[in-house]
């Protein structure tokens, strides 16, 4: 951008976390824990929303600021920032399944081999698969097992049998939060000749991902849980290799270079990343998703990560104080914003009852796979903290 040119809004890094977490007014008189399933929406992320609405209600298409054009760019620009790859890998989407269901749609795999996935995978990484299965394509599961390493070890078992094409991982556990060692198992596929494919949805913007260091073929990844953007917007990640044949197997009207000249009809194909989005895009999702990586990126996602995990170590201890048992005792090395309460030392423990009555104090945890999941993010403080370990000790009380 010149600087002659209409300046986007930026973010205005506040002093403290206290005021990032002024930004979310749900955290005024609730407490919001389930930012691996659906973030709520930040005033900064409104207010860019209302301006960017007030620019399109008056220019419309036109709108000088926010030209499709650009915001495309400027999302390729953070995303490619947060995983350390090139800009033109990144495509945009609207959620997993799709990523994943039109690169799996797309591929060559050889009969008698195997999809690996993990055990008690989310489904957007395990149905977009299984059509495979009529092609001669088998699909395993591999035991997730208590600690990163036992998984390495199952995978490793499954890899050695030799007929392994690929694997497609989630690198965070939805329910357990366990994180797994990317840097390991890309070693391992890479050794072994196996495409590894990963669901970023609970994963990117919440553990360090670097591309450079870390051999991945594909990803996609939803923008509404750790990058706090909207519902129905992801994207993809397409590795420069994976480009080069690469060919989806649906053609749509933005699928052809200079797709604004409609006629006359064209078979030259945008390169890979971009052949994702098929056609219009949902353009206004794409000004809030703008916002959020502004926010994330001024703020650093390092730093994000880091405070992420402060605050849900914080909470881990108080949980822990209080005889609850979490799937991170098995992992307390590994860094992770999901916290899994699996049980209680010597309570009955009940983590339906457990989610009701948080509901009912505007407390908002998930359960999942039979545990309490929470999962906090930057505008949760210690003062929620204080307020969740309260509302425990209440519910333990009754
Ligand atoms: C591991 C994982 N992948 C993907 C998703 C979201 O899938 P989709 O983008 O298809 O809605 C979730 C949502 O909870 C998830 O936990």
Redesign the pocket.
Known sequence: MTSSEPKLPTFPVPQDWEEVSKLYPIQNDSIWLNF??ISPVSSFAASVMADYFDEYSRFGIFAPRYSEPKIRVILQEQLAGLLNCSPKSIGLIH????GINLYSHSIRLSPGTRILVLEN??P??VYPWEHWKEKGVGISFVPTGNTPDEFLENLEKEIKTGDVSLLSL?P?H?CTGMPLDLVAISKICEKAGVRLIL?G??AFGHIPIDLGQIKIEFA?F?AW?WLLGPLGV?AIYISPEASKDFRLIFKGAGSVKNDSQYLPYRDELKPAADQFEHSTANFNDWIYFYASLQMLSAIGFAKVQSRVYEISDLISVRLRNLGFILDSDSFPEAKSGIIGVKGHKSKEFTPDAINVFFRSKKIYTAVRMGRLRIAPHIPVTEMHVDILEKTFKEYLNK
Not at 95 to 98: D, G, V
């Open positions: 691996c399933g959620n997993t399944s799709e995978e989310y957007s990484n989630s965070v939805w669901d949805s609970q996609a939803a849980k992801a």
